[in-house]
């Protein structure tokens, strides 16, 4: 039978891997969970790139990962043919989400951006609200389709294709900019601070996405 003693020591040996415990939690949560929740923004690419298996790659660019509250921030997004040969692709319209903005100045372009408040991943960007975007006044050309062309023929090792349109057949550079400028003069981010995820998409179901911060 254990004396007073024992029974006290044991319950103050409890206690202390009890409180061990709690420490350890405690520091492992501390140097985790914030990366987590709010990655560092050193860590965004300013440009990320996704290969399709149709023969071109994804590419989406921002001009900055990080800007001040109320500032501003530029996102291009392009086609890119990765082959030395030119890419016959055939029109499909496999876009992934359909809430993300469209070319300008009712042109049509393979290439969708989006932009959105907070972290979201490849699994979850289309649960985002996505925000309104300008285009640069340079953004508009006269040869861009006003419909979907059935096919493209992309350049090799370019960004400009051959489309067909019911005007014939015209040469453009898959290539659409966009500024943060309209949302941000609006004041939908005056209160903002944080990380927010830019999507970019094209009509072959491809998708590619990076990240900057406010604040």
């Not at 500032?71 to 993300?100: H, M, P």
Request: glycine share 6%; hydrophobic share 45%; proline share 7%.
């Amino acid at each position: 039978m254990s004396s007073p003693d024992d029974e006290a020591y044991h319950k103050s040996v409890q206690r202390m891997v009890v409180v061990l415990a709690t420490i350890v939690i405690v520091i492992f949560a501390a140097i985790y969970i914030p990366p987590l929740l709010n990655p560092i923004h050193e860590e965004f690419a300013p440009a990320v790139s996704v290969n399709s298996p149709y023969g071109f790659s994804l590419n989406l660019s921002v001009n900055a990962t990080r800007i001040p509250a109320g500032g501003s921030v530029e996102f291009t997004v392009w086609l890119n043919n990765t082959s030395r040969q030119i890419d016959d692709v055939t029109a499909q319209s496999a876009w992934v989400v359909s809430n993300l903005t469209a070319a300008p100045c009712a042109t049509y372009m393979p290439v969708r951006i989006g932009v959105m408040l907070g972290y979201f991943t490849a699994d979850n960007f289309s649960l985002g609200t996505v925000l309104p975007l300008s285009y640069p006044s340079t953004s508009c050309s006269a040869n861009s389709p006003s419909t979907q062309p059935s096919y493209f023929l992309f350049e090799p090792l370019g960004t400009e294709a051959l489309m067909n349109t019911s005007a014939g057949i015209v040469r453009e550079a898959v290539r659409i900019t966009m500024s943060s400028d309209s949302f941000l003069m609006h004041g939908t981010q005056a209160s903002f601070q944080g990380v927010m995820t830019a999507v970019a998409i094209d009509e072959w179901g491809d998708s590619v996405l990076t990240h900057f911060a406010v604040g």
